[in-house]
């Protein structure tokens, strides 16, 4: 299915909310790396300011762009919104990144690399051995543990199903009707991995060093583990039953 093409224009997309700490400098950097790379910032109503903050970039930055929701409606949605304007504005690709620096902008050559003979590609914590920094042993166990427990329900053979910095073709979005998306946290990144993986696309994991945040607040939660945890049965049920394709696989 990849098409081999060097990817001419990137949208990194950013969702933030109370970030205002890290965009300054994230901006910056993303911005330096590669000039076929622009910025969608996913802004939730941040009560920090950092919608306006971004907004100020823009006034100078044509690569910046901005998506201002009114209230935190979490990581899914954000995402299938910047997709789509990333499918609308006819970008090659479209990155999931997070604004905290937990993602290192410096890999993003390595995904534009990787995507031309690709339709998406993960940044994997855990592809040779446990590249992830400062978590405590709790929450390491439970994401190294959440990755068996969905390879295993799930039958895709990845290593890190979980992970959000991400690459995807956006002609492989294209086949996607995301409205019927509805997870938002971990699960969001499943349910997408699950269904490229369904449409016989090719996946890559490359090795990526996981930084746990410096600055601003964490907004993990329960909830976010229960979702995941139920989602993969679904997805697995649908496929067997031939409904997976029917729901979010119109064409
Ligand atoms: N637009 C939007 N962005 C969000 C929302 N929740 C989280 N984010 C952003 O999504 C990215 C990932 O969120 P994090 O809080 O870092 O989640 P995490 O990496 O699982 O947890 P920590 O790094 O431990 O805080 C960050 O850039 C957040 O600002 C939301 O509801 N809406
Ligand atoms: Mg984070």
């Given at each position: 299915m990849p098409n081999h093409a060097v990817p001419q224009r990137a949208l990194v997309i950013i969702p933030t909310y109370n970030e205002i700490e890290n965009v300054p400098t994230l901006v910056h950097q993303v911005l330096g790396i590669d000039p076929r790379v622009h910025i969608l910032f996913v802004d939730d109503g941040s009560p920090d300011g950092t919608g306006d903050y971004i907004r100020s970039v823009m006034e100078t930055e044509p690569r910046v762009q901005l998506l201002q929701?009114?209230?935190?409606?979490?990581?899914g949605t954000a995402y299938c919104r910047g997709f789509e304007h990333a499918m609308a504005q006819g970008y090659d690709v479209a990155m999931e990144m997070d604004a905290?620096?937990?993602?290192?902008?410096?890999m993003i050559p390595q995904f534009l690399k990787e995507i031309e003979d690709a339709d998406l590609v993960i940044g994997s914590?855990?592809?040779?051995?446990v590249n992830v920094i400062n978590w405590p042993m709790s929450r390491l166990l439970l994401s190294y543990f959440a990755n068996v427990y969905s390879r295993f329900v799930t039958?895709?053979?990845?290593?890190?199903?979980?992970?959000?910095y991400k690459c995807f073709r956006t002609d492989v979005l294209r086949?996607?009707?995301?409205?019927q998306i509805r997870s938002n946290g971990y699960s969001f990144q499943i349910e997408m991995n699950f269904l490229v993986w369904s449409m016989g696309g090719v996946i890559r994991e490359i090795p990526i060093v996981f930084e746990e945040r410096h600055n601003g607040v964490s907004k993990m939660s329960k909830n976010i583990i229960y979702e995941a945890a139920g989602l993969v049965w679904k997805l697995r049920f649908s496929k067997m039953f031939g409904r997976l394709k029917k729901r979010y696989l119109p064409a």
């Amino acid at each position: 299915m990849p098409n081999h093409a060097v990817p001419q224009r990137a949208l990194v997309i950013i969702p933030t909310y109370n970030e205002i700490e890290n965009v300054p400098t994230l901006v910056h950097q993303v911005l330096g790396i590669d000039p076929r790379v622009h910025i969608l910032f996913v802004d939730d109503g941040s009560p920090d300011g950092t919608g306006d903050y971004i907004r100020s970039v823009m006034e100078t930055e044509p690569r910046v762009q901005l998506l201002q929701r009114p209230r935190k409606m979490g990581l899914g949605t954000a995402y299938c919104r910047g997709f789509e304007h990333a499918m609308a504005q006819g970008y090659d690709v479209a990155m999931e990144m997070d604004a905290d620096f937990s993602h290192n902008p410096a890999m993003i050559p390595q995904f534009l690399k990787e995507i031309e003979d690709a339709d998406l590609v993960i940044g994997s914590r855990y592809v040779r051995g446990v590249n992830v920094i400062n978590w405590p042993m709790s929450r390491l166990l439970l994401s190294y543990f959440a990755n068996v427990y969905s390879r295993f329900v799930t039958g895709m053979p990845l290593h890190d199903g979980t992970g959000g910095y991400k690459c995807f073709r956006t002609d492989v979005l294209r086949k996607i009707d995301l409205s019927q998306i509805r997870s938002n946290g971990y699960s969001f990144q499943i349910e997408m991995n699950f269904l490229v993986w369904s449409m016989g696309g090719v996946i890559r994991e490359i090795p990526i060093v996981f930084e746990e945040r410096h600055n601003g607040v964490s907004k993990m939660s329960k909830n976010i583990i229960y979702e995941a945890a139920g989602l993969v049965w679904k997805l697995r049920f649908s496929k067997m039953f031939g409904r997976l394709k029917k729901r979010y696989l119109p064409a």
